[in-house]
């Protein structure tokens, strides 16, 4: 090489990138088919970077709701539109389609207008976004990550709040407005709970449904996304036993609190200040049976729900 000497192209190749010669039929290909102009994947802004456009078109395409023609408003578009919703809740539709195209300078784009885009919403429907979902929702962090992980566990968390939904009939039939003081709200309730990883703020799964049922009960739905490796973390209201019992048996850690007004019994004492203890009926006579100085290693080998 420092001779000047001419290498040839092949020889160079070695040079530079040591080890077994690619040949034409080792090399895979991919073609993917987008749409182009105003409707190409980079001009729908950064949600196209966060959640890749082939992933919109599979929940489209695994759900049916791909359109039979392309019209000024194509499925795909209608997907972005409704996660930009999300992120600018205050506006309605029209103000979101404004900051949608407010980059595309020099480009036709469609005008539409705010029943047009009502109607769009309809066309597609919510299986698209429960699909979506189902492709995103996790906790988005590898081992390395720090903040994340504790003592090798995923760290989770559940909670819910409530959120308004329109005052629709419709709505009316399943929520129901909230109450207070000074006459309720004006408003149908909606309760959401999800299963959060701390570490990213991530969805790992989430439910929703009339305020009437309460956290404990929505909390069965989200089982499906705790498995072993995960630790997940509750407040007081959690502190159920049948509810911990299910936590448990996915093979997922538990840390819950407990009201301070709530008379657990003292089953044995640990070294460091701390006492086991059980929790339902059964558990608490068959414990209250026991002597509190009884040792935890004889304690800790039976069956229980901690």
């Known amino acids: 090489m420092g001779s ?12 530079l990138d040591p080890g077994a010669p690619l040949t034409t039929d080792s090399v895979i290909t991919r073609v993917v088919t987008v749409a182009g102009g105003r409707f190409a994947p980079g001009h729908l802004g950064e949600l196209t970077r966060i959640v ?18 392309v019209r000024d408003l194509p499925s795909r578009v209608v997907v972005y539109l409704l996660l930009a919703a999300g992120l600018f809740a205050e506006v309605g539709f029209g103000q979101v389609w404004q900051r949608m195209i407010a ?28 699909a979506l979902f189902d492709l995103l929702r996790g906790p988005a962090a590898g081992l390395a990550t720090k903040g994340v992980y504790w ?11 409530m959120m308004c939904c329109p005052d629709t009939v419709a709505n009316l039939q399943v929520y129901h407005r ?18 959060v990883a701390c570490g990213t703020r991530t969805v790992i799964d989430a439910t929703f449904g009339a305020s009437s ?7 069965l739905d989200l089982l499906r996304g705790m498995r072993r490796g995960m630790i997940v973390l509750a407040d007081r209201n959690f502190a159920s036993q049948a509810l911990l019992a299910a936590v448990r048996d996915t093979g997922a850690h538990l840390l819950v609190r407990v009201k301070n007004s709530r008379n657990l ?18 558990e608490v006579r068959a414990c209250a049976a026991r002597s509190p100085s009884q ?8 069956p229980t729900s901690w």
């Open 265 to 282: 019994p003292v089953c044995a004492r640990l070294p460091d200040g701390s006492y086991l203890s059980r929790m339902g009926p059964v």
């Open 52 to 69: 890749g456009f082939d992933m919109v078109d599979a929940a489209l395409a695994e759900t049916g709701k791909v359109q039979a023609r």
């Open 295 to 302: 040792p935890a290693r004889e304690l800790a080998a039976r």
């Open 103 to 130: 980059g595309l300078d020099g480009l036709a784009v469609a005008t539409p207008t705010a029943g047009a885009l009502a109607q769009a919403r309809r066309r597609i429907g919510p299986a698209p976004l429960r």
């Open 151 to 161: 003592r090798g566990l995923l760290v989770t968390a559940i909670d819910g709040t």
């Open 178 to 195: 909230g109450g207070g003081f000074h006459g309720g709200t004006g408003y149908p309730m909606v309760r959401l709970l999800a299963l």
């Open 4 to 15: 000047g000497a001419p290498v040839e192209e092949g020889v160079l190749q070695d040079i």
């Open 213 to 219: 049922v309460g956290e404990t009960t929505y909390t």
